[in-house]
């Protein structure tokens, strides 16, 4: 069984992404990795270079800088990095640059892909999230967050990243897919006031035009944690990957004073009562189909 690691990245210094933790997360799992590196104004490349591995191949790539809408980029530089794996190449694990697998959930992976590999009706598995928020010790949890999404995929032609490279289809269609019990943990968001600041204003420049970041993202705008709604403590462990950045972390967030609840309306209120009480997402996006055992 070959398995083949991919991601893109751009800006991973200026903009402090956990790209080097992301990808030797789950390098042991992969016998290649590529990674598609963009036109950066820092030493990205360098960084990635720097993981000094065997198992990485590096192609250079330019943004198209003038697509401003629905972060399609993103997708059209997944599947640059996509398009240059091993066609030999039986599963593609895919990882962006704010995602961190924990080192306890390898062996279940790498079974789930043993396991299914000769079977038809999969083609890709499906993980859970975690989404921290504001630290690493707090995460995100209603359903603002999405629960769940596709990071193997199967190695089938056809098989490409979807609008923003949050999921993938297959010829257009949505993908057939195992759930698995491992997780993602997404790291994105667990910045200090300054970084999540600077997040927004990069973040909206490949979601919106101009004219709608001159207006929203002025020279006094600032991060206001208005989008979390409901917050939990996290009590596990985190990646050993991650340990050296967290104990360097030179920031504490109180979250009592913070308007965390500003869109937290009475549907969404009731619709989150539900999710708690039976697990059943009313009306949740899914890029994907479950395939029923």
């Known amino acids: ?7 893109f990245i751009r800006n991973a210094v200026k903009n402090d992404y ?8 789950i390098l042991p799992l992969c016998d ?10 820092d030493e990205t490349r360098q960084l990635i270079e720097n993981i000094n591995s065997p198992k990485i191949k590096i192609i250079d790539t330019v943004w198209d800088d003038s697509l401003k809408a629905g972060g399609v980029v993103f997708g059209l530089e997944t599947n640059k990095a996509l398009g240059a794996i091993s066609p030999d190449s039986d599963w593609v694990f895919y990882i962006q640059g704010d995602e961190v697998v924990h080192e306890k959930y390898l062996p279940t992976i790498k079974k789930e892909m043993e396991d299914n590999l000769n079977d038809p009706k999969i083609e890709g598995l499906l993980f859970k999230y975690i989404h921290f928020y504001g630290s690493y010790d707090y995460y995100g949890d209603t359903r603002r967050w999405y629960r769940r999404e596709i990071r193997l995929i199967k190695n089938i032609k056809g098989m490409r990243s979807y609008k923003d490279a949050q999921g993938f289809r297959l010829d257009d269609r949505k993908i057939n897919v195992k759930l698995i019990d491992a997780y993602i943990y997404h790291y994105g968001w667990a910045r200090p ?34 989008n979390a ?22 920031w504490e967030i109180d979250f009592s004073n913070k308007p965390l609840n500003r869109n937290y ?29």
Not at 196 to 223: A, C, I, S, V
Not at 280 to 293: A, L, Q, T
């Open 1 to 7: 069984m070959k398995v083949s690691g991919f991601t």
């Open 18 to 25: 956990q790209i080097v933790e992301a990808i030797t997360s």
């Open 32 to 41: 290649e990795f590529v990674v598609a590196v963009g036109n950066s104004e």
């Open 193 to 226: 006031p300054q970084g999540l600041t600077n997040k927004g204003r990069n973040y909206n420049k490949f979601y919106h035009d101009d004219e709608w970041n001159k207006q929203h993202m002025t020279e006094t705008y600032e991060f206001d944690y208005g």
């Open 229 to 250: 709604d409901r917050l939990r403590t996290f009590k596990g462990t985190h990646p050993k990957v991650m340990l050296d950045r967290i104990e360097k972390t030179n």
């Open 265 to 293: 309306t009475l549907r969404r209120r009731f619709l989150q009562t539900i999710l708690d009480l039976t697990g059943w997402s009313i009306g949740e996006y899914k890029n994907y189909k479950i395939v029923k055992r």
